[in-house]
């Protein structure tokens, strides 16, 4: 799901990992223009799986990533949730994509050794004012052909989880939590074995048209990558497949067939440097950002637990990574406009704990004073602003665009994760 840099040159999606065949590939002093089926910008989750399912499908693919290590913006600065696909709006690309993406990932994973675990969340009306919502999740789920949910009375509350304080709940048994970056990992590798190669430290500078392709220029970085996270220990795990070189030493061009614009965050500037794309068809970038706090000590739940939804995320739920530490967040801070080039601020400020406490006491009421610690922070690139209806996906290829030779994805935030390998199924289907 969109990465979490500030510059064109500096943030589309993060990558990792050895980069020794793409010398060959793209370094200038082979002389001329280097050729290959398709270049993905961006190395974060989507980006990742866009690359394997296009290597999978027998394209040569190189992947560039401005970054020095695979997904270190928005990859890395979220939840970790496997999503059952609970809330989008049915026949949504986020609907649609979030239940297949689901079923995917969980079997990727495990043939792929990365670890998850199918662990449940409760979904919880604090309140008998918050019960109608309850029925309309429940119903809406339905709808999107989620059909497992599991109404719980207080007291069947009570007996899995005795710290949970609410009318009622649901339980959703498919939703799950797993090793974002051990994920990345595995589908950078399995790209690489069937023949993709990875640029890190590589920038995406222009696109222009060339025939029935794109010639796209790219630059090294010279700067190190920012770290994963900041502001805490807890969070998903900091990638360490990092590297410091780029493909290159000085600006490169490359030519392709297939340009694909996983770039997240950055999507809207890098769709404005591709010459040729109808800037028409480049949708207001709106930036969300979402605090988190980690719990001191031990974790008394062993599920996922959600309030009931608000507007522009899902509310300040708790999450669990795979050693058992709780983590409070996203809460939601809708960021002014900024430009392209402009350095984002990933802070995490100690007095939004105040708020965090008391969302949280509405259904934790014995929450320990003192206990929520700043962790980190992540950025969403959201379609829609304050107030707006949250917007879906999009995933626009020649047909909605009318540009030949590209694939652009815009607001690839949750569930991106959970989708990420079906929409890179979706992208292989608009490559054909």
């Not at 429940?138 to 599991?150: D, I, K, N, Y």
């Not at 970056?181 to 790209?191: I, S």
């Not at 983590?327 to 704990?353: C, E, Q, T």
Request: charged letters at 20%; a negative charge; glycine letters at 12%.
């Amino acid at each position: 799901m969109a990465e979490a840099a500030g510059e064109v040159d500096a943030s589309v999606e993060p990558a990792g990992g050895g980069i020794d065949e793409v010398d060959a590939v793209v370094n200038p002093a082979h002389g001329g223009i280097d050729e290959v089926d398709a270049v993905v910008v961006g190395a974060g989750v989507v980006g990742l799986a866009v690359a394997r399912a296009l290597a999978l499908a027998g394209l040569e693919v190189v992947l560039l990533e401005a970054e020095g290590g695979i997904g270190t913006g928005t990859s890395s600065r979220n939840s970790e949730v496997i999503h059952a696909g609970l809330y989008y709006p049915a026949g949504s690309l986020k609907a649609r994509l979030c239940v297949r993406g689901r079923e995917l990932l969980y079997g990727f994973c495990a043939t792929h050794g990365v670890d998850t675990r199918r662990c449940g969340k409760l979904i919880v009306a604090a309140t008998s004012a918050d019960l109608p919502e309850l029925d309309a999740i429940r119903a809406h789920a339905e709808a999107c052909g989620v059909t497992t949910l599991q109404p719980l009375t207080r007291d069947q509350v009570a007996a899995i989880e005795p710290e949970v304080q609410c009318a009622a709940a649901l339980l959703s048994p498919e939703t799950g939590i797993v090793d974002s970056h051990g994920l990345m990992t595995a589908l950078l590798g399995d790209a690489e074995i069937h023949g993709a190669a990875l640029a890190l430290a590589t920038r995406f500078e222009a696109a222009w048209r060339d025939g029935d392709g794109w010639q796209v220029m790219t630059a090294p970085r010279a700067e190190p990558a920012r770290p994963a996270r900041r502001g805490g220990s807890s969070g998903p795990a900091e990638p360490d497949r990092l590297a410091s070189r780029s493909a290159g030493e000085a600006t490169f061009v490359l030519r392709c067939r297939w340009l694909v614009n996983c770039a997240g965050l950055q999507a809207q500037a890098v769709a404005r440097r591709m010459h040729g794309f109808p800037q028409a068809a480049v949708p207001p970038r709106h930036l969300a950002k979402g605090h988190y706090f980690s719990l001191a000590g031990r974790s008394p739940f062993s599920r996922l637990i959600y309030p009931t939804p608000v507007e522009g995320g899902l509310g300040t739920h708790l999450t669990l990574d795979l050693g058992g530490q709780a983590r409070f967040g996203p809460d939601v801070l809708w960021l002014p406009p900024l430009p392209d080039n402009a350095l984002l601020d990933y802070a995490v400020d100690p007095a939004r704990g105040a708020a965090f406490e008391a969302d949280i006491r509405r259904w934790w009421p014995r929450l320990p004073a003192g206990a929520l610690q700043p962790a980190y922070s992540g950025i969403r690139p959201k379609l829609s602003g304050p107030g707006e209806p949250a917007a879906d996906f999009r995933i626009d290829g020649p047909a909605t665009h009318g540009c030949p030779g590209t694939v652009q994805l815009f607001g690839i935030e949750s569930p991106g994760l959970t989708a990420s390998l079906a929409i890179a199924d979706l992208v292989a289907t608009l490559l054909k």
